[in-house]
């Protein structure tokens, strides 16, 4: 679950990439994955891409390690 800092999402700031929406505004190949990752994550990786800030929580065992290793591979990638 992405989160903004507080609970809340600034006004300003675009929601995070529907599921459904993910593949046709965020293709795969733009993404260097160097784990799998779902639909979820995914998502995060791209607001973490684009620079957002939100929070990254989840029960133990759901793939928080796993995506911020996308996250930091991403981020690599796009020299950041």
Not at 28 to 37: K, S
Not at 58 to 79: D, Y
């Amino acid at each position: 679950r992405i989160a903004a800092p507080g609970g809340a999402a600034p006004a300003e700031e675009a929601p995070p990439i529907p599921p459904e929406r993910l593949d046709d505004e965020l293709p795969p190949d733009r993404i260097p994955f160097v784990l799998d990752a779902d639909s979820s994550q995914a998502s995060a990786v791209a607001a973490a891409l684009a620079d957002r800030s939100f929070v990254l929580q989840g029960p133990p065992g759901t793939g928080k390690s796993q995506t911020i290793t996308n996250m930091i591979a991403a981020a690599l990638a796009a020299q950041k």
